[in-house]
């Protein structure tokens, strides 16, 4: 089996049954040990996680050479869309016409995810369904990779913004029509686009709102019937109350947000992931693409955006890590790294970024035994990361 050694970018190769010497662990579940830690595993999972108090115990069992490492859960993003490349969007989704290339781009992300840490991930969908294809290759083996929850494909209207997400549906009783067999296709969770796009040279302005509350309330009571999660892609005072009032899981992106809709989420406990990275990574890593207009925009919306970050943080509003990797600027893997920096430079303290990164994200994502480090947690689920503090 193998364990990610997230700070070197590598996968490691352990036997079933081990045991290390680690400079220390930190999790939701055991907080942070900075001590040197004596680590078994037997049957491939944690068996026990000892403090050590004097160096000579050290030196006697390590077989091992992981006395500079501490152990983590391994991360979640729960945003991101393998069918794009983060490098030119309408040049990949004229490469979608050959679905080799899309899934040879697809296996590599998937390993570097695993390399970085990264060992689940949700993918908010694209039309001709290669997430869920990918979601499949990994469950049954054929590929390694983080597990993946997918939406498959998300629900939008048709002639609005979410073409390569979606099919489209006309309005809400075309929905209802073909309800059913959308349902029977197969999802892990439910993706409605909400609202249009932010754009990126007018400050405010965003793409239309695609449903009323009464029938996004329809699209959200089909799903929570069938016990799917429902993801909302919505940015703008007006879609994001419309998903608010719907009651969604949680709002995707969420730009311009507002103070009284986090109290209200907060309420209602529903889950913001803010999604810096798309706007942020532009600034960070410039290029000649955008106008000082755009730039100027951008830079007031991502202030806008660390400011509510923030304040969720203080209202205590579920907030889940997630990136939408495969945008421009956010490569797969790497770009969660800069999503947690954005976090962090919101203010938010680093091990409660990582408390978000690992244990609410579980949540988001529905699988509450992902994002843990305790004993009985596999030790494929982990990471070793060297120069923790
Ligand atoms: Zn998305």
């Known amino acids: 089996m193998y364990i990610s050694c997230s700070s070197e970018r590598k996968m490691v190769e352990i036997p079933r049954e081990g045991e290390a010497i680690i400079a220390g662990y930190w999790s ?30 050290c030196a006697k069992i390590s077989s091992l050479q992981w006395n500079s490492y501490f152990l983590l859960p391994g991360w979640i993003d729960v945003h991101v869309h393998l ?11 004229e490469n979608w016409a050959q679905p080799s290339l899309i899934e040879d ?7 570097r995810y695993l390399e970085m840490g990264i060992v689940g991930i949700r993918d908010g969908g ?21 597990g993946i929850i997918s939406v498959r494909e998300a629900v939008n ?24 067999g959308f349902f029977d296709q197969g999802l892990d969770q439910l993706k409605v686009i909400v609202t249009g796009l932010i754009r990126f040279d007018a400050f405010h302005k965003v793409g239309p709102t695609q449903w009323t509350v009464e029938e996004l309330k329809g699209l959200v009571e089909s799903a929570h019937e069938r016990g799917k999660l429902v993801m909302a ?30 109290e209200l989420m907060k309420k209602k406990n529903i889950a913001w992931v803010p999604t810096v990275a798309p706007i942020g990574n532009i600034l960070k890593y410039p290029s000649d693409r955008y106008s000082s207009l755009e730039i100027d925009t951008l830079k007031r919306i991502l202030e806008g ?62 699988k509450p035994d992902w994002g843990r480090l305790d004993i009985g947690t596999p030790m494929n689920q982990l990471q070793l990361v060297n120069g923790f503090r």
């Open 126 to 146: 694209d039309l001709p369904g290669f997430s869920w294809m990918a979601k499949n290759k990994v469950r049954e083996g054929v590929w390694s990779g983080p």
């Open 233 to 262: 892609h919505a940015s703008g005072e007006e879609g994001i109350s419309v998903a608010i009032a719907a009651g969604v899981d949680s709002i995707e992106h969420g730009y311009y947000i507002t103070t009284g809709q986090l």
């Open 83 to 93: 069918a794009l490349d983060s490098l030119d969007f309408y040049q990949c989704l």
């Open 28 to 57: 939701p579940q055991l907080d942070l040990c900075s001590h040197p830690v004596s680590l078994k595993w037997k049957d491939g999972k944690v068996n026990t996680l000892e403090t050590l108090d004097s160096l000579e115990s």
């Open 105 to 111: 781009n697809i296996e590599r992300y998937l390993q």
């Open 305 to 366: 955006q660390l400011s509510r970050i923030y304040e969720a943080y203080c209202l205590d509003v579920r907030m889940g890590v997630g990136t939408d990797a495969g945008a421009y600027r956010v490569p797969h893997a790497e770009g969660f790294y800069d999503e947690l920096d954005w976090m962090i430079q919101a203010g938010i303290p680093r091990l409660e970024v990582y408390r978000m990164a690992t244990r609410e994200n579980s949540q988001i994502v529905g």
């Open 157 to 180: 209207r048709a002639g609005m913004y979410g073409r390569f997400l979606g099919r489209g549906f006309i309005d809400f009783l075309d929905w209802r029509d073909k309800e059913s």
